[in-house]
C-alpha cells in the first residue's frame, strides 16, 4: 500500500487455503484510524464454497477487530457471479 498518511498498524489473515491472505492497515487520516482491508479470494470455477467460506472468515476477522473504526474493503472479486458479494450484502449494509 502507498499512502501519504501515516500507517499505525497491520495485520493479516492466513485464510489457510491455496496461499491466500487478507491484509489490513490502519491509517491515521485528519487525526481519525481508518482501517483499510485488501485481500484476493480464490477465482471461481463453478463451485463457490472456497469463496464462500473465505468470505465468511474475512467477515468475522473484521468483526474481531471492530472498534467503531470506519473500515474500507477493497480487493479482487475474482469472479464471474454474485455469490460472495451476497453474502457480504447480507451481513453488512453498505451506505450510498
Same mark, same amino acid.
Given at each position: @500500500?502507498?499512502?501519504?498518511? /501515516?500507517?499505525? !498498524? ?19 487520516? !485528519? !487525526?481519525? /484510524? ?8 480464490? @477465482? ?21 477487530? $471492530? ?11 475474482? $469472479? ?5 458479494? $451476497? ?7 453498505? /451506505? /450510498?
Amino acid at each position: @500500500m502507498l499512502t501519504r498518511f /501515516p500507517i499505525i !498498524e497491520t495485520g493479516n489473515l492466513d485464510y489457510q487455503a491455496r496461499d491466500i491472505v487478507a491484509l489490513v492497515a490502519r491509517l491515521l487520516i !485528519e !487525526e481519525r /484510524p481508518v482501517d483499510f482491508y485488501v485481500t484476493h479470494v480464490y @477465482m471461481s470455477r463453478g463451485n463457490d464454497s472456497l469463496r464462500r467460506f473465505q468470505v465468511q472468515q474475512l467477515l468475522q476477522w473484521i468483526d474481531s477487530r $471492530a472498534d467503531g473504526t470506519p473500515s474500507i474493503v477493497c480487493g479482487d472479486r475474482a $469472479a464471474d457471479t454474485v455469490g460472495s458479494q $451476497a453474502a457480504a450484502k447480507s451481513h453488512y449494509s453498505f /451506505p /450510498p
